[in-house]
Each structure stands twice: as C-alpha cells, then as structure tokens.
C-alpha cells in the first residue's frame, strides 16, 4: 500500500509541475504577443 501511496503522490507532484509549467508557457506567450503588437514604433518611446 506504500508503494501505491507514493506513486499517487509523484502523479499529483507531476501534475502540478506541468499546470505551473504550462501556465509559465502561457504568460510568456501573452507577453511575447503584446510586445509584438505594439510594433517597433511604441516599443522606442
């Protein structure tokens, strides 16, 4: 039962690295897109 406890525990450890992974991916994207619309002008002053 031990062994099925601590591979539950790796999954739900897994599965929270990879939301906060991919929420990180997320806001990097949104960034990367914002800086991209305001165009080369804007991004100067």
Do not use: C, N, Y
């Not at 062994?3 to 539950?8: K, P, Q, R």
């Not at 897994?14 to 992974?21: D, N, T």
């Not at 991916?25 to 897109?33: E, Q």
Request: proline residues 2%; hydrophobic residues 45%; charged residues 25%.
């Amino acid at each position: 039962m031990a062994d099925f406890t601590e591979l539950i525990g790796t999954a739900i450890a897994i599965a929270e690295s990879r939301a906060q992974l991919t929420a990180r991916i997320a806001a990097v994207a949104d960034d990367a897109r914002r800086r991209i619309q305001r165009g080369p002008h804007e991004s100067t002053q």
